[in-house]
């Protein structure tokens, strides 16, 4: 076959212009997810077995399940509910980005509440006790103490997920939405070149995830400054 | 409030201690006067670190009672950071905050705590850093400081909450051995002011030289509490015997 290096060139700008909608996928689901996650953690670690149990079931499912399955049953599925066209959320939800928002943050937030609970786990017994002999509040303790190590601890695993996410976002292409991967499944089609199009394709979503590692890296300098020049 | 002799900032009353199926603490009984400066010493595993880390709730005991400053110590208890509070700890593993530098570490408690302005708690607690003769590290981090060091700060950053009574759970046992003596001489100036003091360490010289009584734990148990003259010279007990003599031979 004849590999056509134009048709790359040609087809990068095309679908950069889908760049957008994937960073809005990207920024939206991931914060909307890491307030999920938190609330999901608080949940978690309360040591209330009404609050602990639905989450470990909720966890349970999402990380259990395709994320594309997710996301044609909240495309697909909820539609069928009238108490869902009904509700509230209906302008959001018969809109195939608000599905796609709520597919990806529903499965991110039940990583990042695990990826987080990792790191409150991973904090030192003996740091906590130096609070309380101080006579920290257990609420001061957590905030104060807990969370600031907490947060380096799991930084490394966090920025992992918001890659993960960051190509999850190509699944929206599935329910008719044209980010990048939706525009580039529509070149294809005009032009039979999927070779070269999916290795643009490929190309773009590797340099954005050279961005999102080199920015997490940079937090994660920052954050362990004090633990840099350990001896 | 008001339970046993007011004199006594600190009362153990048959106090019992369970790990599951391991008892820690046999009926221990003991009091602390203000001002009083006791050693505890004994083999490892004997339940010392037990018995003081119960004095600040660290450990719940089981049964028997606790009194620290008035307060008593079972069940439910509502005051407890207000208690702990007066009670300064200092650990084998120093337990700085790694993610805050010196100063930092010295102010956290009285800001939160106390609701300290932030120039009164960075006063206290330059004070504090001079007095243990550290204060040019004020901005660094733990990490960089020396473990003697880094205990001379735990050491301040208990004192910066001006506590009743100082525990110190084995200060030098995880020092490389040219640090200890900085850290004892900060504890000896201690005791020196007046400082109610519990300490569990096997430094034989501190608790000769500083300690009103040796406390000697076996097995959960206090076996033998004497002033230092006669709890090294003539010892009764022959478990405290075997102990001494294990301890001073080398």
Known sequence: MIFDTALILDSIPKMLFGIGLTFQLLFLSAALGLVLAIILLLMRISGRWYLSAPTMVYIYIFRGTPILVQIFIIYYGLPQLEFVRDSVFWPILR???????????????????????????????????????LGLSARHRFIYITTPIAIRLALPAYSNDVISLMKSTALASTITLLDMMGIARTIVAETYAPYEIFISLMIIYLALTWMIQRSFGWIEKRMSRYVRSEA | ????????????????????????????????????????????????STLIRCINRLEEHDSGKIVVNGHELTGAVKDIDAVR????????????????????????????????????????AMKYL????????????????????????????????????????????????????????????????????????????????????????????????????AFFEAPKNERTKLFLSQILSH
């Open chain 1, 95 to 133: 809109e195939p980005f608000g599905c796609a928002i709520l597919a990806l943050t529903l499965n991110t937030g039940a990583y990042v509440s695990e990826i987080l609970r990792g790191g409150v786990l991973g904090v030192d017994r003996g740091l906590k006790e130096a609070g309380a002999a």
């Open chain 2, 1 to 48: 409030m008001g339970d046993g002799d007011p004199a006594n900032i600190i009362e153990l009353e048959n106090v019992d201690k369970f790990f599951g199926a391991f008892q820690a603490l046999k009926n221990v009984s003991l009091s602390v006067k203000k001002g009083e400066r006791i050693v505890v010493c004994g083999p490892s595993g004997s339940g010392k």
């Open chain 2, 85 to 124: 509070s007066e009670v300064g700890m200092v650990f084998q593993s120093f337990n700085l905050f790694p993610h805050l530098t010196i100063i930092k570490n010295l102010m956290l408690a009285p800001r939160l705590v106390r609701k300290s302005s932030k120039s009164e708690a960075r006063d206290t």
């Open chain 2, 130 to 229: 001079e007095r243990v003769k550290i204060p040019e590290q004020a901005d660094k981090y733990p990490s960089q400081l020396s473990g003697g060091q880094q205990q001379r700060v735990a050491i301040a950053r208990a004192l910066c909450m001006n506590p009743l009574v100082m525990l110190f759970d084995e200060p030098t046992s995880a020092l490389d051995p040219e640090m200890i003596s900085e850290v004892l001489e900060v504890m000896t100036d201690l005791a020196r002011e007046g400082m109610t003091m519990i300490c569990v360490t096997h430094e034989m010289g501190f608790a000769r030289s500083v300690a009103d009584n040796v406390v000697f734990m076996d097995n959960g148990e206090i076996v033998e509490s004497n002033p230092p003259d």
